[in-house]
């Protein structure tokens, strides 16, 4: 990792968040990306639903929305990066400010209200990034637009428009920052927008290979809840579920000036939690569901820890405002350890061993 990148951080840290993000963008389509990516460790190549990575370390969606730097991100080292959240048409978001750090407590709200600029714009880009010829998977987070009079056709929509561009799908109805997106985990919902998607990619497919489709939850759900969508998964071809989005909780002991801004909490202070829903989300699917463990990983360790407790793979964001790119090749080289000093030949044997 060049010094430009270790110091990057430091001084973005310095300029208001969002403005700091939308420089950092701007600053990988200029082309200060990684110059060379460098391949992880042999013994951490991986599967996922059919995906071929060569790390369980995954861009999470939110920071490239419109899917303008995921070949900047891959050579970084992420094994797979995912773009969005998509909306049918764009959207300004909520009014700004909208993104806050929390430093001392190594988190992040924000309540961005999926800022974008359309499908449209993000199926160009996603062309233009798989003709150039990724190193990883590229996946496509869709979601609806504040407006939309049918929600659930936005996904529709997403899958119609996009379709043959993206490794996989994500169906993203978590987020807290669009007024009732989060009632479409609710069961009966949750089993009109799967049936509507399966049909939609029944007419898409005809019978050729699919895209695997992943369902990105909450991790505000209690247990019935958690049985109710696995079994709902379980029900329609769904392939796997990310677990997790940001929290609306505030758990105790934050101490940083924006502690009470609104919106979804990410980055630490969301590792237990998250990675206590993804062993729940274990146990209800028995194993039949790949699960992709996010919130708050920002060493080997957590990454470790949500792999025993059921991560196929893993999807970080908010670490790397505080600790920079090259976290992505530390924790890739962490986990490598940890699976040979405990005795495992790979990421899959490890799995949910807890
Ligand atoms: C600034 C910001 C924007 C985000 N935007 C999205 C988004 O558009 N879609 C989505 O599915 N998740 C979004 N997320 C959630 C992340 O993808 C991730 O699930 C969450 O932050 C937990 O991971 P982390 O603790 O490693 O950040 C966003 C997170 C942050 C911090």
């Not at 391949?39 to 995906?51: F, K």
């Not at 987070?141 to 939309?148: D, R």
């Not at 919106?263 to 237990?272: C, T």
Request: one cysteine or more.
């Amino acid at each position: 990792m060049s010094l430009l990148h270790q110091m990057a951080p430091k001084a973005l840290r310095l300029i208001e968040a969002e403005r700091a993000h939308q420089l950092t963008i701007l600053a990988l389509k200029a082309g200060f990306g990684p110059s060379r990516p460098k391949a992880p460790d042999p013994i951490l190549a991986t599967e996922l639903a059919g995906l071929s990575l060569n790390g369980p370390v995954g861009l999470a969606a939110g920071f490239d929305k419109n899917a303008e730097v995921p070949l900047a991100m891959a050579g970084f080292g992420f094994g797979w990066v995912e773009c969005g959240t998509v909306t049918p048409l764009a959207q300004k978001g909520n009014p700004k400010p909208r993104l806050f750090r929390l430093p001392r407590d190594y988190a992040v709200i924000n309540r961005l209200g999926f800022n974008n600029r359309g499908l449209e714009v993000f199926g160009q880009n996603l062309f233009r990034a798989q003709q150039a010829g990724s190193i990883c998977p590229i996946g496509a987070n869709i979601g609806a637009n504040k407006q939309s009079k049918d929600r659930v056709e936005d996904y529709c929509a997403a899958l119609r428009v996009l379709w043959g561009l993206p490794n996989w799908f994500t169906i993203n109805i978590s987020s807290p920052n669009t007024p009732g997106l989060r009632d479409l985990q609710s069961a009966d919902a949750l089993d009109e927008l799967l049936s509507r998607i399966t049909q939609t990619k029944q007419q898409l497919t005809k019978g050729q290979p699919a895209p695997p489709i992943f369902l990105k939850v909450a991790p505000d759900l209690d247990d019935p809840q958690i049985e109710s969508i696995a079994t709902t998964c379980l029900k329609y071809d769904i392939s796997g579920l990310i677990i997790s989005n940001t929290t609306l909780a505030r758990p105790g002991g934050l101490v940083s000036n924006h502690r009470a801004q609104s919106g979804g909490l990410s980055g630490a202070p969301l590792f237990e939690r998250s990675t206590q829903v993804l062993r729940s989300f274990r146990q209800a699917s028995a194993g039949r569901l790949a699960l992709i463990g996010v919130g708050g990983i920002s060493n080997a360790e957590q990454a470790w820890q949500k792999i025993k407790a059921g991560a196929s793979a893993l999807q970080l964001y908010s670490a790397l405002v505080y600790h920079g790119p090259g976290l992505v090749a530390d924790i890739h080289r962490g986990l490598a350890q940890h699976l040979r000093a405990e005795g495992f030949a790979s990421i899959a044997e490890a799995v949910g061993v807890d």
